[in-house]
């Protein structure tokens, strides 16, 4: 970025220090300036590169997610099978209580099944 002195101030330092003088002052305040300008930038893509890294996500933070979601979905099936044996358990049991405690019923099953006509 290239920066120059406003012409005012270069008249001025002109009427100061002479026409030599005031070429060789404004090239290196130019200059200092210019350089001022690029550290700058260069501090600021720095932070801001740095600031990115830590707001974004990296591959392996994304593959650390993956690795999660399918340990959590594995225990999602295993609960799910777990949850349909625990139901089958359940229906028994409570056929047994109703056979056990209804005499009618076991007459109804015995038909069902076409063991009693």
Do not use: C, H, W
Not at 3 to 25: C, D, F, N, Q, S
Not at 28 to 44: D, G, M, P, V, Y
Not at 70 to 76: L, N, P
Not at 79 to 100: F, G, S, W, Y
């Amino acid at each position: 970025m290239a920066y120059t002195i406003p012409v005012k101030i270069y008249e001025k330092l002109e009427e100061k220090l002479g026409k030599e003088t005031a070429l060789v002052v404004v090239e290196a305040l130019e200059e200092s300036i210019r350089k001022a300008f690029e550290e700058t930038q260069e501090r600021q893509k720095a932070t801001i590169i740095e600031e990115l890294k830590k707001e974004l996500a990296s591959k392996y933070d994304i593959e650390l997610v993956k690795k999660e979601i399918d340990a959590v979905r594995k225990e999602i099936e295993y609960l799910q099978r777990e949850i349909k044996k625990d139901l089958k358990i359940i229906t028994i049991i409570l056929l047994a209580v109703i056979i056990l405690l209804n005499q009618n019923s076991i007459e109804f099953i015995a038909k069902l099944l076409g063991l009693l006509k």
